[in-house]
Nanobody, 121 residues
Framework: QVQLVESGGGLVQPGGSLRLSCAASGSRFSIYAMGWYRQAPGKQRELVAR???????NYADSVKGRFTISRDNAQNTVYLEMNSLKPEDTAVYYC???????????????WGQGTQVTVSS
C-alpha cells in the first residue's frame, strides 16, 4: 500500500512558476513509476508527466519545455517544476504511483487527493 500526499498548489499569475511535491509513504517507492496528472473542470484527467523507476521521463506535448518532473528516492518524493504557466494549466493536479508486480503481474496503482493549481491574473 502506498499513500500519496501532494502539496505546492496555489494561485499564480500567467508566466509564473510553481513546484508541486508528492510525498509517498510505504515501502519500495523507488520501484514505482511516478506520474503527475491533471483534470480541469469538464475535462478528462490527462497525463502531464511521468518518471519511470529508472529515471526516464515523458511529458505531454502541451507542457514540454515548461515542466520538469524529478524524483528523490531517498526522500520518497516526486516533484513537478512548472514554469511559464498559462491559464490553460489551471486544473487539479494528481500524483500517481504505478507498478506491476514481478510475481503474478498484478498492477498496483495509487492516487493522491490532488492539489489545485490556478493560473490567473
Amino acid at each position: 500500500q502506498v499513500q500519496l500526499v501532494e502539496s505546492g498548489g496555489g494561485l499564480v499569475q500567467p508566466g509564473g512558476s510553481l513546484r508541486l511535491s508528492c510525498a509517498a509513504s510505504g515501502s519500495r517507492f523507488s520501484i514505482y513509476a511516478m506520474g503527475w496528472y491533471r483534470q480541469a473542470p469538464g475535462k478528462q484527467r490527462e497525463l502531464v508527466a511521468r518518471i519511470a523507476s529508472g529515471g526516464s521521463t515523458n511529458y505531454a506535448d502541451s507542457v514540454k519545455g515548461r515542466f520538469t518532473i524529478s524524483r528523490d528516492n531517498a526522500q520518497n518524493t516526486v516533484y513537478l517544476e512548472m514554469n511559464s504557466l498559462k491559464p490553460e494549466d489551471t486544473a487539479v493536479y494528481y500524483c500517481n504511483a504505478d507498478r506491476v508486480t514481478l510475481i503474478g503481474g498484478t498492477r498496483l496503482n495509487y492516487w493522491g487527493q490532488g492539489t489545485q493549481v490556478t493560473v490567473s491574473s
